[in-house]
T-cell receptor, first 114, second 117 residues
């Protein structure tokens, strides 16, 4: 079965430090890749997505992610985090040929500290 | 734009009763709506996909008679948990998509916390 792995359940980081949240998916077939953020008591919000083209994708709030097909990864990065970035981050994949089903990872809780 | 609401945000019910959860796209028309379930510390699991005016497509292992989905209009889908039991307690999240294709963004609601006593 197709799966998405977010190895880090929690990532603590100090404000203004860089951060990388890791995401790996299980298959080398063609995929669409997404990162969502969930703030407390809110719905998931799309940060960025990769459909095709440039492997470096820039999203909202200064986040970016890089698609690496050989490593089946789509890690999320931000060069300098803010307290307001504290949230749950979900990586998700659509395996083309599998309809429009989003397969989610288990999420990474980013906690930004002063 | 692209706001999705859910009602109620929290519901507590007795075992054996039925509970209806509404999902609305407030400022766009949603051809396709999706229903997910999220257990604590776990990822969102797709339960079913519904297209306006059509029967929902359920994922493997999801009981269609227990989780009734209706997508009667382009802005409203409902999930009814029938004869709820404590094991149905969970966080239910809907999403809505204008086109429903794999490249169309899914916009998520804030979720509904169901507790069955």
């Amino acid at each position: 079965a197709q799966s998405v792995t977010q190895l880090d359940s929690q990532v603590p980081v100090f404000e203004e430090a860089p951060v990388e949240l890791r995401c790996n998916y299980s298959s080398s077939v063609s995929v669409y890749l997404f990162w969502y953020v969930q703030y407390p008591n809110q719905g998931l919000q799309l940060l960025l997505k990769y459909l095709s083209g440039s492997t470096l994708v820039k999203g909202i709030n200064g986040f970016e992610a890089e698609f690496n097909k050989s490593q089946t990864s789509f890690h999320l990065r931000k060069p300098s985090v803010h307290i307001s970035d504290t949230a749950e981050y979900f990586c998700a994949v659509i395996y083309t040929g599998g309809g429009n089903k989003l397969t989610f990872g288990t999420g990474t809780q980013l906690k930004v500290e002063l | 734009g692209a706001v999705v609401s859910q009602h109620p945000s929290r519901v507590i019910c007795k075992s054996g009763t039925s509970v209806k959860i509404e999902c609305r796209s407030l400022d766009f028309q949603a051809t396709t709506m999706f229903w997910y379930r999220q257990f604590p510390k776990q990822s969102l699991m797709l339960m079913a996909t519904s297209n306006e005016g059509s029967k929902a497509t359920y994922e493997q292992g999801v009981e269609k008679d227990k989780f009734l989905i209706n997508h009667a209009s382009l802005t409203l889908s409902t999930l009814t948990v029938t004869s709820a039991h404590p094991e149905d307690s969970s966080f239910y999240i809907c999403s809505a998509s204008r086109g429903g294709g794999p490249k169309d963004t899914q916009y998520f609601g804030p979720g509904t916390r169901l507790t069955v006593l």
